[in-house]
């Protein structure tokens, strides 16, 4: 079935330094789209991606959909102590979006 | 415009028992799902609603697991008996029309089975 692998899994960053989190399915995908979940909360939509190749950004985060869509990042720059949570890319082949395990964003003050 | 609810928040049973739980999507949102989450893991389907038709519960272990979502509005996943690994947040999502694929969580059931 369709796999859906994100890395890291942990990432532990200073405030003010770049972050980034990648996700890399085993199919291609029909779009990707990506959430956050803050501790304890649950998780919120943030984009959603489709065209081979696309960029988006939402001032400091910056989401890509590879060429061959089965890969995607998320980019923030400088981070900053609001951006901690757990970021889950969710690749969709068919109807079901099979979400990856998640990069789990720690920043220190 | 209310989210998705879902009730209860918290839930403690001791194995072997029956629990249930609610989940009202947001009003005009024709898809609703059910995802199990373990702890550090991402959310894992269980079953999938178009209105009222299950149309994909492939993932749903159907020998203890139920869900049913009559007239196509709220919805209700049993598990009957519960197991100690079935310990983790219970979440409902819904989405609508005319966005798939951006789907609306609810704050989900956290499952303790002792």
């Known amino acids: 079935g369709q796999q859906v692998m994100q890395i890291p899994q942990y990432q532990h960053v200073q405030e003010g330094e770049d972050f980034t989190t990648y996700c890399n399915s085993s199919?291609?995908?029909?779009?990707i789209q990506w959430y956050k979940q803050r501790p304890g909360g649950h998780p919120v939509f943030l984009i959603q991606l489709v065209k081979s190749g696309e960029v988006k950004k939402q001032k400091r985060l910056t989401f890509q959909f590879g060429e061959a869509k089965k890969n995607s990042s998320l980019h923030i720059t400088a981070t900053q102590t609001t951006d901690v949570g757990t970021y889950f890319c969710a690749g969709r082949r068919s109807y079901i979006p099979t979400f990856g395990r998640g990069t789990s964003l720690i920043v220190h003050p | 415009e209310a989210g998705v609810v879902q009730s209860p928040r918290y839930k403690i049973i001791e194995k072997k028992q029956p629990v249930a739980f609610w989940c009202n999507p947001i009003s005009g949102h024709n898809t609703l799902y059910w995802y199990l989450q373990n702890l550090g893991q991402g959310p894992e389907l269980l079953i999938r609603y178009e209105n009222e038709e299950a149309v994909d519960d492939s993932q749903l272990p159907k020998d203890r697991f139920s869900a049913e979502r009559l007239k196509g509005v709220d919805s209700t996943l049993k598990i009957q008996p519960a197991e100690l690994g079935d310990s983790a947040v219970y979440l409902c999502?819904?989405?609508?029309?005319?966005?798939?694929?951006?789907?609306?969580f609810g704050e989900g059931s956290r499952l303790t089975v002792l």
């Open positions: 199919t291609t995908l029909s779009n």
């Open positions: 999502a819904s989405s609508s029309e005319l966005a798939p694929g951006e789907l609306f």
